[in-house]
């Protein structure tokens, strides 16, 4: 078996559509060898695949139902259903394995493949591996004979099933009567499910990135472009704003002022209003290295506890399963609320948050920001496949130089991204302007390095 991943980044197979890895011919052999290795046992097994709006996912979508009826499994295909719907529906329509065809957050040329077993939850590390060196080696060995190949059909009422999930998430009887909400879809894979859902529990709706053709997901919309939701929340008077992205497993709140909420003011929400009404396990949160000092100071001072794992949600979902938390997530708006969810789910999040709203009875602006964050500042540097910029001696110095300048008063998180060529600088501290100056510092250390 494979001892290293090749295929698999912290979010499953990601790059850009119709080039190695993301082609139809490598999408059907991970079927093959997905398929390969959770046939287990002699029932039929069943498989899950829902997707979002990419072109790109409709060819995806095909290929992965051919390696996967190849290999006796049978098929439902859900159509464009958000990250968590998939999660979700593996365990209801008890699934063997489930899969999402997103690329989350970037634009449209690009696409992934991200796989759940039948428990819901996004494969482990040593999964993975498994099944990359079947793709690698070949599974034509275990084809099923012609009388046992796989069926295929779509199952309509995938979102409505996720609709009526979501909302049970709510106390009995809430309410959205008088809230005026711009959801921000991203023109994505929850282009139908949010505003449905929100107007479903009575708020009016002013939908935005709701018209996906192909070639238009999380371009200037969504929760990596709020700018358009932001502008909407002002102009329409709204109590408040909801940005998903591509594949509405991240949220980011904009308050009744256009002020954006991220995810670590949000985990900061959740996880105290859950702890003052006694529903709070592991006696804290679990985020990444990239979540602010600020919120770290802020849980402190109420007895809370912050653990942080490295980037990637479903490493979050590890140590929380280790330490039975059942809040989580990171400062991009991926939460995870392991009470309803499996992975990093938008939509419930921002229930969540808008049920305390309703409860503090205050606007948006004065009960989502909780905390003052530490001047923070990310930047991100391509870099060529196949050079390794952080090994090179001059930005070895480089970094060391920036940590001593800090001497204590922030700190630097630098890292390769899972998903894309990009070297991600994250630096903060008590002074924006020295942060600045060391960031960049580092960043034209590595670019002069031939990132």
């Keep these: 078996m494979a001892a290293t991943r090749t295929l698999f980044g912290t979010d499953g197979i990601r790059g850009r559509a119709n080039a190695y890895p993301i082609t139809a011919e490598v999408a059907m052999r991970v079927g093959m060898a997905a398929g390969r290795h959770f046939t287990r046992g002699e029932h039929r097994h069943r498989v899950v695949i829902g997707k979002d709006t990419r072109r790109s996912s409709y060819m995806l979508e095909t290929a992965l139902t051919a390696g996967f009826a190849s290999m006796g499994l049978d098929v439902t295909t859900l159509g464009p259903v958000p990250t968590p719907a998939v ?59 012609p009388e046992h190949l796989g069926s295929v059909k779509r199952l309509e009422d995938g979102r409505a099933r996720y609709i009526e999930f979501a909302k049970s998430t709510l106390p009995r009887r809430m309410s959205f009567d008088g809230l005026r909400i711009v959801v921000d879809c991203a023109n994505g894979a929850a282009y ?72 670590d003011q949000i985990m900061a929400l959740i996880t105290t209003a859950w702890a003052r009404d006694d529903r709070l396990r592991g006696g804290g949160l679990v985020s990444t290295v990239m979540s602010n000092l600020g919120l770290e100071r802020y849980l402190d001072g ?10 990637g949600d479903r490493y979050v979902v590890e140590k929380m399963r280790a330490g039975d938390f059942n809040v989580g997530g990171e400062q991009s708006g991926h939460v995870v609320l392991s009470d309803f969810v499996t992975t ?33 500042i990310l ?73």
């Design 302 to 311: 109420k007895d809370l506890t912050l653990e942080r794992t490295k980037v």
């Design 87 to 145: 999660g979700m529906l593996v365990k209801s329509l008890r699934a063997d394995l489930g899969v999402m065809i997103s690329a989350s957050h970037n634009l449209h040329h690009d696409n992934g493949i991200k796989l759940f077993g039948p428990d819901g939850f996004k494969l482990s590390d040593d999964v993975e591996r498994i099944i990359e060196a079947y793709v690698h080696n070949g599974t034509e060995d275990f084809l099923a004979q």
């Design 192 to 263: 139908r499910t949010a505003p449905d859902m929100l107007w479903e529990l009575g708020a009016e709706i002013i939908p935005i990135g709701v018209a996906p053709n192909g070639l238009n997901i999380n371009h200037e919309c969504g929760s990596t472009s709020p700018s358009a939701a932001q502008a909407k929340v002002i102009e329409t008077r709204a109590d408040l704003g909801i940005c998903l992205d591509g594949d509405a497993d991240r949220v980011h709140i904009i308050d009744e002022k256009g002020q954006l909420v991220d995810g």
């Design 344 to 376: 990093g789910d938008g939509a419930i999040t921002a229930l969540q948050v808008i049920a305390e709203i309703i409860r503090a009875g205050k606007p948006a602006s004065e009960v989502c920001t909780l905390f003052d964050p530490y001047p923070q």
């Design 379 to 451: 930047e991100n540097v391509r870099f060529a496949r196949d050079s390794r910029p952080l090994e090179t001696e001059t930005v070895k110095t480089a970094i060391a130089k920036g940590e001593e300048r800090l001497n204590g008063s922030g700190r630097l998180v630098i890292r390769k991204s899972g998903t894309e060529p990009v070297i991600r600088v994250m630096g903060e501290g008590e002074s924006p302007d020295l942060v600045q100056d060391v960031v960049s510092t580092i960043c034209q250390s590595i670019e002069k390095s031939g990132g």
